[in-house]
């Protein structure tokens, strides 16, 4: 029990203190909902796997999700926006296309720009 308490789920430079209610970036205290923090709780827990936004709502939320509900996609986004403008060299939800949402730190790669010749 103890060890929940002071559970803290790094990733680069994001740490997620779940106990405390609390995600930090680069040094800077996050302005999350619940909903935002839990879904990035139950990301930071399973980092490298790909969930289905299915077992995200269950993991964060212990809800099912409804037919046509996009909750997890609208919170996904929502994070991603909160997380750029603090770090923007860092990526840490990577979508899956058909199967879900990975967690992991990797650093944001440029557009590779086409040379322009004569």
Known sequence: MEAALTE???????EVRPAQHVAVLEGTTLRLT???LGLLTALARHPGA???RE???ELAWARPLGHGDRSVDVYVRRLRQKLAVIEP?????HTHFAFGYRFG???SQPFHMRATGP
């Open 55 to 57: 077992e995200l709502a």
């Open 105 to 107: 730190a990797e650093r």
């Open 34 to 36: 619940r909903h935002e």
């Open 8 to 14: 803290t789920l790094r990733a680069g430079p994001l």
């Open 50 to 52: 790909v969930l289905s």
């Open 89 to 93: 060299g860092w990526e840490f939800i």
